[in-house]
């Protein structure tokens, strides 16, 4: 046969749905057509291949240590899942966790992705491949990948371009291995700091999360993996904080609080998954809640890709949330309601759906719904080409000749894949050093190394690395199940970065106590190197882990804001040692420190730094790295009597002797203190008044005063002064980041458009109001010394789609060196 007639061949052998010259939608018309009701229902499921409960370097596992790293995992794994030929057998929908359920490198996932997807394209009639999906949160969740800082970290940098540029990195690396999509990011709004995953959020403000968010799924979408929304909706306002607990929220406050991170990632972010709540709000579960799933998520905001289920969050509708009698009808709920693909195996959408629509029992228009829109992603993800191979997308992924020759015994492409890359760590190191907060400088910070003779470094997180990882770092979230292996990459602790930082200092360590227990044999040991030494550095806080088994983390909620266990006590006999001792409080969620505050010399909030973060800290105290990272969270004062979080109505605040409880922070939202300083002034509003559809203009200038280089947020906030429902006193409503070196300003301006001051109206519908609009703009939620007011005019507008989501930010350049304090007004 000549060249020619090969080509002939080829393209009679071409089918429709492979033809990359058809639009998309004809495509999947195309193979929907060619498919049978089974085969459609095939496409609904997934299968978590080596979901084995007893790894083999630990067969007697405690039976008081849970191995699951999903909710219940133990007892479905138990109940027995078919085989992946016989999975696959109409097809199959997505892959679970190829490379997230055990220590495989890159070179071994790859091979079984490739493995796998052979399961699935040969034991099939028509040959399609499943996706993948993996978990990336704090990284890619694998063995030996890069840990970047918890996202309550990428809260603190406020810092959107960084987050979006590491969402990028860790999307290339799943994709050089032949995953299609990431189940991150968490747009949960935090509501209660007790809550586990408050380590898992990037705050508690809507407009910082939803700013956040989008640059992540930016980030990911741009290396060409599918960015998940979750937990879609109302997850993080669980009553008392506890995991999987029923929400008793209201419409409204979901809807102006807890929904638009989610709509802005979805229209700013170009997402293209959304995973459901395991939670109920007002008693309707977010799996069966048609209302959220296809009322709102599709029709009011336009959203076409897919919903996935949370992991057995549909058989949770019969076994946890007794709304559905048995698995197969919570399959029926779900899907009706709007979810897609059951994952990470199928239970509620299986065969019996196909005899559902036979029996004229569920409309099949449901089970076509669901397919072309999982099929639509796989034609865009290209893995519906004729020369589509799984092997040949990782190479293309990874930038790799496809004709070079494979290493021996190992994927061409994922050989060549470095995971932990030194490209990795340096955004891993910039992402940490942004993120940590100054609270207060004190009296010991910087460090002026050259009166340490001997420092003391103590606390159960100083020589602990995990300590600077959330739960679903690879570390914490799977290797607990193999001791032995370690950490699967180098995560120096703080003890090792402040030996590597301070070389002349003599540095002894001793830890005192544990995070977790009762145990106070070591305050003696501890009390007595800090004794001894010039300067004590006390690091304390968390250690993430699952259900139980740490401080935070997914089902790790804490009962009251008191540092965990006794190392608050430790600090204690600390301060009374007369030795100026430095807190640096490790941590997922904000602690109480106001008692710790009064006995500290300096205090520093890290939250979950990630790998690199020893360094970042070690930096921060000796001044090597000028703190620049903000609050995501207020830091309470007393660990119990708190409403939640800054946005308040009046009576949330400090009622002055309605109440006897002062819920006033110790820090608040947005605060972060500096080794320079910096003024904000000269507030100048466009327009005294806008009419409702209008916009304005807010320009502020913002001055380095101090000795040093450094950076500010500067924060813009809204309060509608007469409203129809109660608001916020204040509500962030605009941010920028700003570098200045010392004596330079620069002009800072906000283009406030009147959707931003929109808000759910008595009636449900989201308006904007006439009537006065406090503007605010400062440092913190707490430090606001411009303020001025606009007048929106006209009549009261319903918006729903298309209103404005963000406000644009405009920085001019820097202004010349030295100037004086009066130059450049705006």
Not at 58 to 67: G, S
Not at 142 to 150: D, S
Not at 306 to 335: C, K, Q
Not at 365 to 393: F, M, N
Request: overall charge negative; glycine content about 12%.
């Amino acid at each position: 046969m000549t060249a020619v007639d090969r080509s002939l061949a080829a393209e009679q052998a071409l089918r429709p749905w492979q033809d990359q010259t058809l639009p998309v939608a004809e495509r999947v018309d195309a193979l929907l057509a060619e498919m049978t009701l089974e085969e459609k229902v095939g496409q609904l499921g997934s299968r978590w291949v080596g979901n084995d409960m007893q790894p083999a370097d630990q067969p007697d596992p405690d039976p008081d240590v849970t191995l699951n790293v999903a909710p219940m995992q133990d007892v479905f794994a138990a109940s027995g899942t078919i085989p992946l030929e016989e999975a696959s057998r109409h097809g199959l929908g997505h892959l679970t966790r190829v490379f997230g359920s055990g220590p495989v490198t890159a070179a071994e996932g790859a091979a079984e992705v490739v493995r796998l997807q052979r399961v699935v394209v040969e034991r099939s009639r028509l040959g399609i491949p499943a996706l993948v999906h993996e978990e990336c949160l704090t990284g890619f969740t694998t063995y030996g990948a890069t840990v970047y800082p918890a996202a309550i970290a990428w809260g603190a940098t406020f810092d959107p371009g960084l987050v979006q540029r590491m969402a990028a990195a860790i999307g290339r690396d799943m994709r050089a291995v032949g995953a299609h999509q990431g189940l991150s990011p968490v747009l949960d709004v935090v509501r209660d700091y007790r809550w586990g995953r408050v380590e898992e959020t990037m705050g508690e403000d809507p407009y910082l999360v939803s700013m956040l968010g989008a640059a992540y799924v930016r980030g990911l979408e741009s290396a060409g993996i599918i960015a998940t929304l979750k937990h879609f909706a109302g997850y993080s306002a669980s009553r008392a904080a506890r995991n999987h607990g029923p929400v008793p929220m209201g419409r409204r406050e979901l809807m102006d609080m807890i929904l638009p991170p989610f709509e802005t990632a979805i229209v700013e972010g170009g997402a293209r998954s959304v995973m459901n709540s395991y939670s109920d709000v007002d008693g309707v579960p977010a799996a069966a809640d048609s209302w959220l799933l296809t009322d709102l998520l599709r029709e009011e905001w336009g959203f076409t890709g897919t919903v996935v289920s949370d992991y057995w969050a549909v058989p949770f509708l019969a076994t946890m949330h007794e709304v559905a009698a048995d698995t197969d009808e919570a399959g029926v709920l779900a899907l009706t309601a709007g979810v897609d693909v059951e994952l990470p195996d199928t239970l509620g959408f299986g065969p019996h759906l196909v005899e559902r629509v036979r029996r004229g029992e569920l409309p099949a228009s449901l089970i076509e719904r669901a397919a072309r829109r999982l099929l639509t992603q796989k034609v865009q993800l290209g893995l519906l080409d004729q020369d589509w191979t799984p092997e040949g997308s990782m190479s293309a992924a990874a930038g790799m000749d496809l004709d070079s020759p494979a290493p021996e015994g190992s994927m061409s492409a994922a050989a060549g894949v470095d995971l932990d890359s030194p490209a990795n760590r340096a955004l891993a190191r910039e992402m940490a050093e942004r993120s940590i907060v100054l609270l207060d400088g004190g009296t010991a910070l910087p460090l002026r190394a050259e009166e340490l003779r001997r420092v003391a470094v103590v606390g159960p997180a100083a020589a602990e690395p995990r300590a600077f990882m959330g739960c679903y770092a690879f570390p914490n979230h799977v290797l607990p199940r193999h001791p032995g292996l370690g950490l699967g990459l180098e995560a120096p602790s703080v003890l090792d970065a402040l030996r590597t930082e301070l070389p002349e200092t003599e540095i002894v360590h001793e830890r005192g106590c544990d995070v977790r227990g009762e145990d106070r044999s070591g305050f003696a040991a501890a009390t007595a190197a800090a004794r001894e030494a010039d300067l004590c550095v006390a690091v304390v806080g968390d250690l993430a882990g699952l259900f139980g088994q740490g401080t935070s983390g997914e089902g790790c909620d804490a009962e009251d804001l008191r540092l965990p266990g006794v190392q608050e006590d430790l600090l204690a006999e600390l301060a009374a040692t007369g030795t100026p001792v430095v807190v640096v409080v490790v941590s997922g969620r904000p602690y109480a420190l106001g008692e710790v505050h009064a006995g500290a010399a300096a205090l520093v909030q890290a939250f979950m730094p990630g790998e690199e973060g020893a360094a970042a800290i070690a930096g921060v105290l000796s001044g090597r790295v000028q703190p620049g990272g903000r609050l995501p969270v207020q830091i309470p004062r007393r660990p119990g009597g708190q409403p939640g979080t800054y946005l308040q109505p009046p009576l949330g605040l400090n009622s002055h002797g309605i109440s006897n409880l002062d819920p006033t922070p110790l820090f608040p939202f947005g605060y972060g203190a500096s080794y320079t300083s910096f003024e904000v002034g000269d507030l100048l509003i466009s327009d005294a008044e806008v009419p409702t559809d209008g916009e304005f203009t807010v320009s502020v200038r913002v001055r380095n005063t101090g000795g040093r280089a450094g950076e500010e947020v500067v924060q813009l906030y809204l309060h509608d002064v007469l409203a129809q429902v109660t608001r916020p006193v204040r509500q962030l409503a605009g941010f920028a980041r700003v570098r200045l070196e010392p004596g330079t300003s620069t002009c800072v301006r906000f283009h406030v458009h009147a959707d931003r001051t929109a808000f759910t109206g008595r009636d449900l519908r989201r308006i904007v109001e006439p009537g006065d609009v406090e503007v605010l703009v400062g440092t913190s939620a707490a430090d606001l010394p411009c303020r001025g007011a606009v007048r929106l005019t006209g009549p009261l507008r319903v918006v729903g789609r298309g209103r404005r989501l963000v406000t644009p930010v405009d920085v001019d350049p820097v202004a010349g060196k030295q100037e004086g304090r009066d130059a450049g007004q705006s």
